[in-house]
């Protein structure tokens, strides 16, 4: 039985019940890739950013900001070639004065959207995230 049977196939939300194990497993039976940002260490959206662009091999002038982030999790990767699905998980996601509630909502709009992009296209895009 999937581990996905009752997750939504584009959607971003909270890891709540799921373990790393299980959804690194998850992927594989199912050929999606599997993308993971420990953004534990970050303070600052910038850094943030930054943990994402390096940990996700993304260009690093695109991942700089918002805008740059959409770009990669949505263009960059579709003109790549024919993509299987994803599961992505952000993990340890600030709870900082430099990175407030406002910036992590702005942040996980961008991954809302990208979800959406994907969608649209029948490619499965699900994040699952934790604050720090």
């Known amino acids: 039985m999937s581990l996905f049977k009752t997750v939504r196939t ?15 497993g998850e992927a594989a039976r199912l050929g999606h890739h599997f993308l993971y940002a420990n953004c534990s260490v ?3 959206k910038a850094e943030v950013l930054e943990s994402i662009s390096t940990s996700f091999f993304f260009p690093k002038q695109l991942g700089k900001n918002y805008d740059g982030l959409y770009d990669c999790l949505t ?3 579709h ?12 993990e340890g996601l600030p709870a900082t004065q430099k990175f407030d509630k406002e910036a992590r909502e702005t942040l996980l709009d961008v991954f ?8 649209e296209r ?6 699952f995230y934790s604050f720090s």
């Open 42 to 44: 970050a303070k600052t």
């Open 10 to 24: 584009n959607i971003v939300q909270s890891i709540r019940a799921f373990r790393m194990p299980e959804l690194v």
């Open 112 to 119: 809302r959207e990208a979800a959406e992009f994907w969608g």
């Open 122 to 127: 029948r490619i499965h895009f699900r994040v």
């Open 75 to 77: 263009n960059v990767l």
């Open 79 to 90: 003109k790549a070639g024919p993509q299987p699905g994803f599961v992505i998980v952000l």
